[in-house]
């Protein structure tokens, strides 16, 4: 689990900020729970699920840290709006922690990452998800599939 330091964060949002992001990110990515896919169906077309250990493992943070070098600013909000940040690429390792399910994206939220607590690591941003699969030759075999 990450400690939640000067390492990782480079400042806390504010409340209305983590609302006013969260709040526009919703509207984007057809965000209607506190939950997202593939936990929640979604009319957005370009999502893609893994399973988290898979895609850390076989694909990794460095090559996903390469992919998002020339983000600015990469922001973090935690299920039910609980903390959000904003936070240092450098150190950036997008993953479910104890205090919930977790969502990354920028300012422009053309792009994001969704961490559940059920293993699930989803990508949003048909740019972002090419980038993933060029780079991932057996991709296919690390989908993430909700079971009954």
């Not at 990782?8 to 729970?33: A, V």
């Not at 996903?64 to 609980?82: G, V």
Request: glycine content about 4%.
């Amino acid at each position: 689990m990450k400690v939640m330091n000067e390492f990782y964060y480079l400042r806390e949002l504010s409340r209305d900020e983590i609302n006013s992001m969260f709040d526009k990110l919703t509207e984007i990515w057809d965000i209607s729970n506190h939950y997202w896919f593939p936990l929640y169906d979604t009319n957005v077309n370009s999502v893609i699920a893994f399973d988290s250990v898979a895609f850390e493992s076989h694909f990794g943070f460095v090559k996903l840290r390469e992919i998002l070098n020339d983000i600015n600013e990469i922001i973090e909000i935690r299920e039910s709006r609980y903390k959000g940040y904003i936070v240092k690429l450098e150190s950036f390792e997008p993953s479910y922690e104890s205090i919930g399910e977790g969502y990354w994206f920028d300012e422009n939220m053309n792009w994001i990452i969704y961490c559940s607590h059920e293993g699930s690591t989803t990508f949003g941003g048909e740019w972002l998800i090419n980038s993933i699969k060029n780079d991932w030759n057996d991709w296919e075999k690390h989908i993430f599939y909700v079971t009954q």
